[in-house]
C-alpha cells in the first residue's frame, strides 16, 4: 500500500465549480506540501502545511494530523487551474531524503 | 531569479550511452535532489545531498551517479543508458530539510531507444 493516497485519480468539472482533491498518508509527517504541474511544465509548491489551513488566492489546504488526512479546494474554478495536483508529506524522523509523493490528481477544468 | 535551472530540457540517447543531467539553483540551499517521475507512479527519489562534497542514495539509485562539487550545482549521470531509464527526471531544492518549501526544476524528458 502506497504511504501517500490520493483521490480522484482524474477529475472533470465545469468553470466556477468548487474543486476538491483529498490526501490521506499512513506515516507519521513533519509537513505536508500540495504541488502543481502543468502539462508540459515544471512543479510548484502551492502550500507546505503542519496544522491547520491556509489559503492562498483561490486555493485552501486544510490537514487532519489526528485523521492523517488533508485536502485541497480551489473555489471558482478556472481552465488555467487544469493541471496535476501532488500531495507529498515528509516523513517525521525520516532524516534529509526528501518527500514521499501521492501519484497526483489530474484536474481538468471545462470552459 | 532564476531558482531551479535544469539542461537540458529534452534529449533521446541510444542504449549504452552516456548523458549527465546539470541542475543549478541559486538561491544558496544547502538540500538538492534528483527525482524521476514515471507514468501513474509518484516521483520518486534517485540521489539527494545535504551539501557540498556530500551524495546519499535514494529509493531508486541504481544505474545513476551524482556529484556536488559546486554547492550550486547538483549532476545526475546515466553511465551506460537502458530503456528503463527513460522518464521525466526532475531537481529540487531546499533551505532546510524539513519546515521548508522545496524548489522544483522544469524537468528533462529523457527517452532511451
Known amino acids: 500500500k502506497n504511504e501517500v493516497e490520493q483521490s480522484p485519480q482524474n477529475l472533470t468539472a465545469q468553470e466556477g465549480e468548487f474543486i476538491t482533491i483529498n490526501c490521506s498518508y499512513s506515516?507519521?509527517?513533519?509537513?505536508l506540501h500540495w504541488l502543481q504541474q502543468h502539462p508540459g511544465g515544471g512543479i510548484v509548491s502551492l502550500f507546505m502545511l503542519s496544522s491547520g489551513k491556509k489559503k492562498h488566492g483561490r486555493l485552501i489546504a486544510t490537514i487532519n494530523i489526528q485523521e492523517k488526512h488533508s485536502s485541497l479546494h480551489i473555489t471558482a474554478s478556472h481552465p488555467r487551474d487544469s493541471a496535476v495536483y501532488i500531495c507529498a508529506v515528509r516523513r517525521s524522523g525520516g532524516g534529509a531524503d526528501g518527500l514521499t509523493f501521492g501519484k497526483g490528481t489530474h484536474l481538468i477544468i471545462q470552459p | 531569479n532564476a531558482g531551479v535551472t535544469q539542461t537540458p530540457k529534452f534529449r533521446v540517447l541510444k542504449t549504452g550511452q552516456s548523458m549527465t543531467l546539470l541542475c543549478a539553483q541559486d538561491m544558496n540551499h544547502e538540500y538538492m535532489y534528483w527525482y524521476r517521475q514515471d507514468p501513474g507512479m509518484g516521483l520518486r527519489l534517485i540521489h539527494y545531498?545535504?551539501?557540498?562534497?556530500?551524495?546519499a542514495k535514494g529509493e531508486v539509485p541504481d544505474g545513476y551517479n551524482v556529484s556536488r562539487l559546486k554547492k550550486q550545482n547538483f549532476l545526475l549521470g546515466l553511465e551506460s543508458a537502458a530503456p528503463s531509464q527513460t522518464s521525466v527526471y526532475f531537481c529540487a531544492s531546499s533551505h532546510e530539510w524539513q519546515g521548508t518549501e522545496a524548489f522544483f526544476g522544469q524537468g528533462t524528458r529523457l527517452t532511451v531507444v
Open positions: 506515516v507519521g509527517i513533519s509537513a
Open positions: 545531498s545535504v551539501g557540498e562534497g556530500t551524495t
